[in-house]
């Protein structure tokens, strides 16, 4: 369900639109307001369906025709700004109609997440020495972050030598059985802060098939680390990784091609170590910072769109 905060009068962010009702309290006031859009709700559909006709209860608003967009903004007499993660989602929802678009990118915490904090006890304890390739998914343990093929790409790796292991962060639905079927993978659970970060440091290489995200923060995250990035070449991915020098981007959904990009890393130590030692300084325009200067600057766009009820 999308959810509100209780801010000033003058203006509002709301995560979806169905959490600005046509009655509501604000757009009888003509209240600026922000949209954020941050699930891409038919992938997530098709992924966490368990049987025809099957929709999580969390995703049922989904827009119809060009004709949703332009009901969506017409309806609300406020000023009224949607944002997008990416410039990828931007043109799909100016393709079904939505205007007044704006992108609003994600930051990382370059302090938190930093190569400095990689761990040679940490890898030790994965079975890992500083000359094996250690493979990390940082995520929802769950069928739409796509697991197995990431797990095929592992495999891949240590077939043509050096990677050694693969250690996922995360909790979810999917966990257990992946963890029966793969005992010698490692789970680490889900982990915070500074602990986060060293599991990102201490990894090599980040397997991210994911075909569901409208942005991808782990991406940021890994890169600010020091890590490799094999991924599809969408959403954060596509922004923020330079094909060949930070990373390997793959044309979604191409699954083998995946699983050959990853193997190419494996293959090449001394190009995997370059990309490692780039990734970290190619992350300067997302330093929060920056992001919140340019939210500040689509609010206070939004400010001045007040208009009169037609």
């Known amino acids: 369900m999308p959810y ?46 368990t049987g025809p006709g099957t929709v999580p ?20 007499a406020c000023g009224f700004r949607w944002s997008a993660g990416t410039a990828d989602l931007r043109a799909r929802l100016n393709a079904l109609g939505f205007t007044n678009l704006a ?13 400095e904090r990689r761990c040679t006890a940490l890898r030790a304890a994965w079975g890992a020495s500083e000359h094996d390739i250690v493979a990390l998914h940082v995520g929802r343990i769950a069928p ?15 077939q043509v030598g050096g990677a ?18 793969h005992p010698d993978l490692v789970f680490c659970g889900a982990i915070i802060g500074e602990q986060l970060a060293a599991h990102y440091a201490s990894a090599d290489v980040f397997l991210f098939p994911s075909e569901t995200e409208t942005f991808g923060n782990v991406v940021l995250e890994a890169m600010a680390s020091g890590l490799a990035l094999v991924a599809y070449d969408y959403a954060a991915a596509r922004m923020h990784v330079t094909h060949g020098e930070t990373g390997v981007l793959i044309p ?17 130590p001394l190009r995997l170590a370059r990309m490692r ?13 920056r992001v919140i200067e340019r939210f500040e600057a689509i609010l206070s766009d939004a400010l001045g769109q007040r208009r009169t009820p037609s």
């Open 164 to 181: 050694r292991r693969f250690v996922l962060v995360g909790d979810g639905p999917q966990r257990a059985a992946l963890q029966k079927r």
């Open 57 to 76: 209860t969390w995703c049922t608003w989904r827009p119809r025709g060009r004709s949703a967009g332009r009901r969506c903004g017409r309806r609300h």
């Open 252 to 268: 979604y959904g191409q699954a083998a091609a995946f699983v050959a990009g990853a193997v190419e890393l494996a293959r090449s």
């Open 144 to 158: 739409e972050k796509n697991l197995e093929l990431a797990v095929e790409a592992h495999r891949a790796m240590q």
């Open 277 to 289: 030692r780039r990734a970290p300084a190619s992350l300067a325009s997302v330093a929060w910072p």
């Open 103 to 115: 992108v609003l990118g994600r930051g990382v915490d370059s302090a938190l997440f930093t190569p």
């Open 4 to 49: 509100l905060s209780s801010v000033p009068a003058s203006g509002w962010t709301a995560a979806a639109p169905r959490a600005i009702p046509k009655n509501s309290w604000f757009t009888a006031r003509r209240c600026p307001a922000t949209v954020g859009c941050r699930s891409a709700c038919p992938r997530l559909v098709r992924s966490a369906a």
